[in-house]
């Protein structure tokens, strides 16, 4: 057997290991949580669920807010930048006022 041989056989059987490895820490993993989950109360999977949703919504509102500024920058540079094209709106207190209550306080 050539060396050559040896370093075929050797790259065929590495992917074939960390596949093997791959899907057995999926399934590890996928059983832990499953035991991790059974193991709680209704309660607090549900606290779970909400927290989650509560720093979703939290990372939502940061983007929209980072978002908003932006387009308050593009209105700041001047009426040569296109932002009232772009949006609509002369300015962006019009563009701002267009909006419902909530989204107006959320916004910059």
Known sequence: MSNEEKQSEIASTIPRLFEVTYGG????????????????PALVIALIVLGAAALL???????????????????????????AATYGFPTYAALKASWP??????AC
């Open 25 to 40: 820490a999926i399934v590890f993993a996928a059983i832990a949580a499953m035991i991790f989950l059974a193991a709680l």
């Open 57 to 83: 919504l939290l990372i939502g509102a940061a983007a929209f807010k980072a978002y908003t500024c932006a387009i308050m920058a593009q209105y700041a540079l001047g009426p040569g930048a296109g932002a």
């Open 101 to 106: 209550f909530l989204v107006r306080l959320a």
